[in-house]
């Protein structure tokens, strides 16, 4: 009989603190979860709240941070072709409550596989959420040539907005 899953354990140690992660794999070893002291995550391929895919793409993930009691996590769906499409947020472990406020959708993808246009969901005030990115990237090839983004209003809070043809990391 083969075993349903695998553990491997990884200890790290700074000075007198450790911290013991966990790495759990299914039968086919695909990775399925990651748990330790300041983070846990969740991957579900035929099993979760979204479609149940076999073939090794995820179909939904979960995870918690710290010591937060809040699970959050993704359904993902995906085009004929089984690429990304939607990564669509919610809170709890039905992914359902607060649904939509960090979604991410692709628009279109080109000839080649690469990400025609790419729409953000996010935090816009202390009380909504909504559209922060409206991307569209041209290609030269299979090279990134420029990024434009339709949205102009801020991220809220320490965020920075997405600033058109920029070339520096903090944005």
């Not at 354990?9 to 002291?37: E, F, P």
């Not at 990400?115 to 202390?126: D, E, P, V």
Request: proline content about 1%; glycine content about 12%.
């Amino acid at each position: 009989m083969l075993p349903t899953f695998m553990i491997i354990w990884v200890v790290y140690r700074h000075g007198s603190a450790v911290n013991k992660q966990s790495y759990i794999y299914n039968v086919r070893s695909w990775l399925t979860g990651i748990s330790g002291t300041c983070f846990t995550q969740n991957l579900y391929y035929n099993t979760g709240v979204g479609t149940a895919k076999c073939n090794g793409s995820i179909s939904s993930m979960t995870w918690k941070s710290g010591n937060e009691s809040t699970v959050r996590g993704y359904k993902f769906t995906y085009d004929g072709l089984d690429r990304v499409l939607n990564a669509t947020y919610g809170e709890t472990a039905s992914i359902s409550t607060n649904a939509n406020r960090f979604s991410e959708n692709v628009t279109g993808y080109d000839k080649n596989g690469n990400i025609k246009g790419l729409q953000r969901y996010g935090q816009l005030s202390s009380t909504s959420y909504g559209l922060i990115d409206n991307l569209t990237l041209t290609l030269n090839g299979n090279q990134l040539s420029c990024v434009e983004d339709a949205v102009s209003t801020a991220a809220y809070g320490t965020n920075t907005a997405f600033v058109n043809g920029a070339s520096v990391a903090g944005e």
